[in-house]
């Protein structure tokens, strides 16, 4: 199962101070919109995204159809068949991508010790 790029998205209490935090650990802003109250930052392969506001804990991302550099895969596997791969190994999901759609979808699920999983596939 390939799950597309990796990336962790870090609530943060002032998405500015944050932004400057990680900027002097190398982070250059290559995506978001700071008047939607997040970023995403990038540093060789590491990808942060950065929320203020928007969700409680930090989430681990995965987006399918995508590599680490931003750009669309020809190829990938579709959220929905990982979906079904999850869910045959009894894996619980917090909420699910719509099975009859296409396109763009998102799934969420939980690890045994409570981190926040999200795969979001934009494509």
């Given at each position: 199962?390939?799950?597309g790029?990796?990336s ?12 400057k935090?990680?900027?002097?650990l ?10 939607m ?7 060789g392969n ?6 203020q ?7 681990i991302?995965?987006?399918p ?8 895969l020809?190829?990938?596997e579709?959220?929905?068949?990982i979906?079904k ?20 979808a998102?799934?969420t ?9 999200l795969?979001d596939?934009h494509?």
């Amino acid at each position: 199962m390939k799950l597309g790029a990796f990336s962790i998205s870090l609530t943060v209490k002032d998405l500015q101070v944050s932004k400057k935090f990680y900027e002097h650990l190398g982070f250059e802003v290559i995506g978001g919109n700071e008047e939607m109250n997040y970023l995403i930052l990038k540093n060789g392969n590491s990808i942060i995204g950065l929320f203020q506001g928007m969700f409680e804990k930090n989430i681990i991302t995965f987006n399918p159809g995508f590599d680490e550099n931003g750009n669309t895969l020809d190829t990938f596997e579709d959220i929905r068949e990982i979906q079904k791969n999850l869910k045959s190994h009894g894996i619980e999901l917090s909420s699910e991508a719509d099975e009859t759609t296409t396109g763009p979808a998102s799934l969420t699920l939980t690890d045994p010790d409570g981190n926040q999983i999200l795969i979001d596939q934009h494509v």
